[in-house]
Structure formats: structure tokens, C-alpha cells
């Protein structure tokens, strides 16, 4: 099970700087975002070998990376095949995002053909394409992400839950439901916590409700709970530690760098308490 660092937090930071500061927190590996105004830009993929080169100098590997396409297209098959070069073993591939204003099952059928075309390149390039169940789209929980999955092969498409997303913003699908379902899939997993807050009431009398980020060990989502089931089920994929603290970044690093001593003691343990 590898601890990776999902770049985020790096945005606009010179790579070198973005790759100290990874092992500086003391992550095994990085979740590459590859995105305007971070490390790599879309536009630029023949940098991904060199930049996957970079953060080995400094000690982490880079099993993953993250893109936002969602189309099969020519732009994104070359981005592809430069992350299969870098040897990035696994991409999170774009949302799928539900539009209310028409028929899901429309946006449902048009999401399997473009995963059809993913499919047939994750096999000629020979990598992995995952679906991270997100806030707001047609793969929110793992109930809905089998209308795309079922029927694909898990070497080559797979599944990123993401426990906070599902039980604090999108509502309360079981994990262990989650993990269940998408069992097959499952290669990744994204680490972050939040929760649901009271606001004022408004003059209609209905309180107001909002939620946020918080601490790995101070939100909803029972880590406590979902590491030691990981560790007791071998799984052997990418837990990728996310920081959407609204903080500035040294805050912000400062705090993953909690999260991650929280998630290493709570792995221990229950590597302790294996049969």
C-alpha cells in the first residue's frame, strides 16, 4: 500500500521545488497532477518522462497521475502515452459530470462509449485508467460508478474511491458498501476528511448548513475504521493523501504533514493486530 502526495497544493511551484517539498513530507510516492498552472501542463506532456525523472532524483516514485479528459481524443492519447513512457502506472481520468437539464440515462450512454475508447487505449498503451467517484457527477457513489464499470476490464479500468467526497458531500454510502461493489476495480483511494457545519438561519426560518475540510482524525469519514479493513484485505493500491485545506499553503502543509503521521500510525496498528 503506497502513500502518495496528490500535487495539488503545489500549484504554480517550480518542479524541483513541488518534488523537495513532496519527500520533504515524508510520502512514499506523488500523485502527478497534470493541469494548467501545476507541475505539468496538458500542453506540454513531453515533460511528464522528465518530471517523472525529477521526483525520483528525489527519492519518490510516481505511480499515478491525475488528468482531467474526458474525451478519447488524439491531445489525450498522446498525454497518455507520454505517462505509459514515465512508467506512470495508473492516470485519474476526468468527471463525467451529471447535467440535471438532461436524462441520465443519455449522459450515462455517451460516458460508457468514451470509456469504451479509454479502454482501447489503456490496452495499446498498456496502463490503467481510473473513475474517481466525485461530487456532482455520474460516477458519485459506487452504486452509480457500476453503471460505467461493469463489463470492463479491471487491468485496465478502474475505481478511485473517495470516502470523504461520498459521505460528507454527495451523503452516505456505506464504505465498506463501496469497497464491496467496486472490489474488482479498486486500485485507488483518495485520504481526505471533512464534515457538515450549522450556519445561521435564514428568513424563512430553515437553518443553513455548509460543509468542509478538516483533519484526517477530526471529520466524518472513520479512517480509524477504513485503514485497518484495507490492511486486513490486502489491498495493495495508492491511498492518495489530498490537501483541500482553504488555507494558505505552509497551513496547508503543515496539516498534511499531520494527516500523514495520523494515517502511518493508524496502518501500523493494524498491521500489528493482523492474524
Request: aromatic share 8%; with cysteine; net charge negative.
Amino acid at each position: 500500500m503506497d502513500i502518495a502526495y496528490f500535487t495539488k497544493t503545489l500549484e504554480g511551484l517550480p518542479l524541483e521545488k513541488a518534488a523537495e517539498i513532496t519527500a520533504g513530507l515524508g510520502f512514499d510516492c506523488a500523485d502527478l497532477l497534470i493541469r494548467d498552472g501545476h507541475a505539468v501542463s496538458p500542453d506540454t506532456p513531453e515533460q511528464i518522462v522528465g518530471t517523472v525523472k525529477l521526483f525520483a532524483a528525489a527519492g519518490l516514485r510516481t505511480p499515478m497521475a491525475t488528468i482531467d479528459s474526458t474525451q478519447p481524443d488524439d491531445a489525450t492519447s498522446r498525454l497518455l502515452g507520454y505517462c505509459g513512457e514515465a512508467g506512470i502506472g495508473q492516470i485519474r481520468l476526468g468527471f463525467w459530470r451529471y447535467d440535471p437539464a438532461r436524462r441520465w440515462t443519455v449522459q450515462v450512454d455517451e460516458a460508457r462509449r468514451n470509456l469504451d475508447g479509454f479502454e482501447q487505449l489503456a490496452e495499446r498503451i498498456g496502463t490503467k485508467l481510473i473513475i474517481q467517484l466525485h461530487g456532482g457527477t455520474l460516477h458519485s457513489s459506487g452504486a452509480l460508478a457500476m453503471q460505467l464499470l461493469t463489463g470492463r476490464d479491471p487491468a485496465r479500468i478502474g475505481a478511485y474511491p473517495d470516502p470523504a467526497n461520498q459521505i460528507v458531500r454527495e451523503g452516505s454510502e456505506d464504505w465498506r458498501l463501496t469497497l464491496d461493489i467496486l472490489d474488482p476495480w479498486v486500485c485507488c483511494i483518495g485520504v481526505k476528511n471533512g464534515g457538515w457545519f450549522p450556519g445561521v438561519h435564514g428568513a424563512d426560518g430553515q437553518r443553513a448548513w455548509h460543509s468542509d475540510w478538516c483533519g484526517l482524525d477530526e471529520g466524518m469519514v472513520p479512517w480509524n475504521e477504513i485503514i485497518p479493513h484495507l490492511v486486513t484485505t490486502g489491498f495493495a493500491g495508492v491511498l492518495s493523501v489530498h490537501s483541500q485545506y482553504r488555507v494558505p499553503r505552509q497551513q496547508a502543509l503543515d496539516k498534511v504533514r499531520a494527516d500523514l503521521a495520523y494515517l502511518r500510525r493508524l496502518v501500523a496498528a493494524a498491521k500489528e493486530v493482523e492474524p
